[in-house]
């Protein structure tokens, strides 16, 4: 898999039936190791590790329902009251970051309502934090420790 820019974990990888696996520690399984996975796992490890992140606060494939529609957020931070503060969107390596996966995460937040966005690809990474009272979205210079998203 492609190298990033996050710090070196290290990964459970294993192969089954022909298949690369990794283990999501989220969801206690081993998943298919995607090129959107390799991120995903990566950034979840460096959210718990560097960023203090509790891992029982984060959860991933969480399923919304939008217009009617069934989504799934990759991934959504809670805050230990268990209120949802941040929703993280995943894209592979090779995906450009455009405005449609910010428009993907936008909408995304009219069900969930958080203060604080990321989309990665592994390799960029924004942070957007959205003013409760105006709407207004401010590009963050880093990503924040978990205790000030409160």
Same mark, same amino acid.
């Given at each position: 898999?492609?190298?990033?820019?996050?710090?070196?974990?290290?990964?459970?990888?294993?192969?089954?039936?022909?298949?690369?696996?990794?283990?999501?520690?989220?969801?206690?399984?081993?998943?298919?190791?995607?090129?959107?996975?390799?991120?995903?796992?990566?950034?979840?490890?460096?959210?718990?590790?560097?960023?203090?992140?509790?891992?029982?606060?984060?959860?991933?494939?969480?399923? +919304?329902?939008? @217009?009617? $529609?069934?989504?799934?957020?990759?991934?959504? *931070?809670? %805050?230990?009251?268990? =209120?949802?503060?941040? !929703?993280?969107?995943?894209?592979?390596?090779?995906?450009?970051?455009?405005?449609?996966?910010?428009?993907? +995460?936008?909408? @995304?937040? $009219?069900?969930?309502?958080?203060?604080?966005? *990321?989309? %990665?690809?592994?390799? =960029?990474?924004?942070? !957007?934090?959205?003013?409760?009272?105006?709407?207004?979205?401010?590009?963050?210079?880093?990503?924040?420790?978990?205790?000030?998203?409160?």
């Amino acid at each position: 898999m492609q190298k990033l820019q996050l710090p070196i974990f290290p990964l459970n990888i294993k192969e089954a039936n022909g298949q690369k696996l990794i283990f999501d520690r989220i969801r206690k399984k081993f998943v298919s190791l995607t090129p959107e996975e390799w991120v995903r796992q990566n950034f979840i490890n460096y959210l718990i590790e560097e960023k203090k992140y509790p891992e029982s606060l984060i959860a991933n494939e969480m399923e +919304i329902t939008l @217009y009617g $529609l069934s989504r799934r957020c990759d991934t959504v *931070i809670y %805050s230990r009251e268990g =209120k949802p503060v941040m !929703i993280v969107e995943f894209k592979a390596a090779t995906v450009q970051i455009t405005q449609q996966v910010f428009e993907q +995460i936008a909408a @995304y937040n $009219l069900k969930l309502k958080v203060k604080y966005l *990321i989309v %990665s690809n592994g390799l =960029k990474h924004y942070c !957007i934090q959205i003013d409760a009272t105006s709407g207004k979205a401010m590009v963050m210079d880093t990503i924040p420790n978990h205790d000030a998203l409160i």
